[in-house]
């Protein structure tokens, strides 16, 4: 068994862990493996053990691996920030986009849509905690936004998407992850079809599991450290 693949049976076996611990199925939780800045090597090694979902933040790079990986049946997550000019990129490479935190990027991505393609799969990301560092639209803000971006053609709303300030223990993380999984059930008591909680990554999924997240997002305990590439 290789590196990659030992780390990604670890990795599972946290989240059956996990699941367990909160009464959940399994089946409830999907691992995206967050493979930014390794090669596409790493991500065929991945995909040999049965990983399908890669999670990309850097545009540019995601786009070239994608080709290179063209010959697999993988699904590709954008999970960086989305500016304007990289709009039509994504709308013509990605599946899903966990980072939609305005109005005018979640346009462009629907007029951008490869004609022939399925809708684009997207969450809107939600600055929970009011990181002053992160992206994300404020909680208050989420509501009108979603209510817009679910009219959109081309693209499907399926939840939300958080990246909370680091927090070392479980019951602070808990907390926060349950503030989002709160606006997550106010939004489908308003009618909103959602059925996406992208919360959690290394550090934390354990809570975020907890809480309610739906897919987790993990990198460094499957690939290792990364360093961020010149140019990105």
Request: charge should be neutral.
């Amino acid at each position: 068994m290789t590196t990659i693949a030992a780390k990604l049976q670890l990795v599972h076996q946290r989240i059956a862990a996990a699941c367990t611990a909160a009464h959940r199925g399994v089946g409830e939780v999907q691992l995206l493996a967050v493979s930014k800045t390794f090669g596409p090597e790493a991500v065929r090694e991945a995909h040999a053990y049965g990983q399908r979902a890669f999670g990309e933040n850097y545009i540019q790079e995601a786009v070239e691996k994608i080709a290179l990986l063209g010959d697999l049946p993988l699904e590709w997550h954008c999970i960086g920030p989305v500016q304007s000019n990289k709009t039509r990129l994504v709308a013509a490479h990605f599946d899903w986009v966990h980072t939609v935190d305005r109005l005018k990027v979640a346009q462009r991505l629907s007029e951008q849509r490869p004609e022939g393609r399925p809708a684009l799969q997207v969450c809107l990301q939600v600055n929970i905690d009011g990181g002053p560092t992160k992206s994300g639209v404020a909680p208050r803000d989420v509501p009108a936004l979603a209510r817009e971006v679910a009219q959109l053609p081309n693209l499907q709303l399926r939840g939300l998407m958080t990246i909370p300030e680091p927090c070392d223990d479980f019951e602070g993380q808990f907390a926060v992850h349950r503030r989002t999984r709160a606006l997550f059930d106010e939004l489908r008591d308003q009618g909103l079809a959602l059925d996406t909680l992208s919360m959690g990554m290394t550090a934390d999924l354990e809570a975020a599991i907890a809480a309610g997240s739906t897919m987790v997002r993990v990198g460094t305990a499957i690939f290792g450290s990364r360093v961020k590439p010149t140019g990105a």
